[in-house]
């Protein structure tokens, strides 16, 4: 059982890790700077997350490039949300993410995020793994 936490289809670009930084910098780009804002305002509301709970990502990025990396989008998105609702990125468990292949000027962004179970994160680890509650140590 899970329950979404957000669901929003943003007419943004998917943005990449490797234009998060400057060379040999840890400092933010301008662009990513405006990832960030752009991401905060559009999710602007306030949310119902606890730093206890185990969250789940599902993520479909359309881009107009075919070469453009889907896991690049990972990174800057999740440290964006961050910043909007108030979650810690080590609390995602689970991802499932999709490449979209668009015309240029229709690239977009589908979030999803949902808190999970661990009755449900064991379930699928044990469905993926082929192992069962008595053969691994269960999440806590």
């Known amino acids: 059982m899970s329950k ?4 929003i289809q943003l007419g943004l670009k998917p943005f990449s890790a490797n234009k998060m930084h400057y060379a040999r910098m840890k400092r933010d780009t301008k662009e990513y700077r405006r990832f960030k804002e752009d991401i905060v305002r559009l999710l602007g509301a306030k949310y119902k997350v606890n730093k206890d709970d185990k969250y789940k990502l599902t993520l479909v990025s359309g881009f107009s490039n075919r070469a453009s990396d889907l896991d690049n989008t990972f990174k800057p998105l999740l440290d964006s949300m961050q910043l909007a609702m108030g979650f810690d990125d080590k609390q995602v468990y689970e991802v499932e993410a999709y490449k979209d292949v668009q015309p240029k ?3 977009y962004l589908y979030i999803k995020l949902e808190k999970v179970t661990n009755i449900r994160l ?12 008595d053969t691994r140590r269960l999440l806590s």
Not at 4 to 7: A, D, K, L, N, T
Not at 123 to 133: E, M, R, Y
């Open 122 to 133: 064991n379930k699928q680890i044990n469905k993926i793994t082929g192992a069962t509650d």
């Open 105 to 107: 000027g229709d690239e």
């Open 4 to 7: 979404v936490i957000v669901e």
